[in-house]
């Protein structure tokens, strides 16, 4: 059985940081694809930012490019999302996605599993 659990959400001020954790078990981490989404109050589930299998190769959103780094240690079976300069507009529940394979994936429905969800507030 596939888990996948966030950790590392909270409350922070506008300007600070947070790292959210996303620990994975039941799956070949190291071949999988990995990514992380948001979900605000009243919007759709949006694409944040992946990486591939090896973590040579990543993607953001326009929105958090130059803020927000993806990473993972694959002997941890773990992917991070280091998120700095955070914004009021950043605050959503953050989600984190696992697909089996190699290649990069910016889409919902490209994705197998998910987690629960940690709430990211940033407050003015």
């Known amino acids: 059985q596939v888990q996948l659990v966030e950790s590392g959400g909270g409350l922070v001020q506008a300007g600070g940081s947070l790292r959210l954790s996303c620990a994975a078990s039941g799956l070949t981490f190291r071949l999988s694809a990995m990514g992380w989404f948001r979900q605000a109050p009243g919007k759709e589930r949006e694409f944040v930012t992946a990486i591939n299998w090896t973590g040579g190769s990543t993607s953001y959103a326009d929105s958090v490019k130059g803020r927000f780094t993806i990473s993972r240690d694959n002997a941890k079976s773990t992917v991070y999302l280091q998120m700095n300069s955070l914004k009021p507009e950043d605050t959503a529940v953050y989600y984190c996605?696992?697909?089996?394979?190699?290649?990069?994936?910016?889409?919902?429905?490209?994705?197998?599993?998910w987690g629960q969800g940690t709430q990211v507030t940033v407050s003015s």
């Open positions: 996605a696992a697909s089996p394979g190699f290649g990069l994936r910016i889409r919902k429905d490209d994705y197998n599993y």
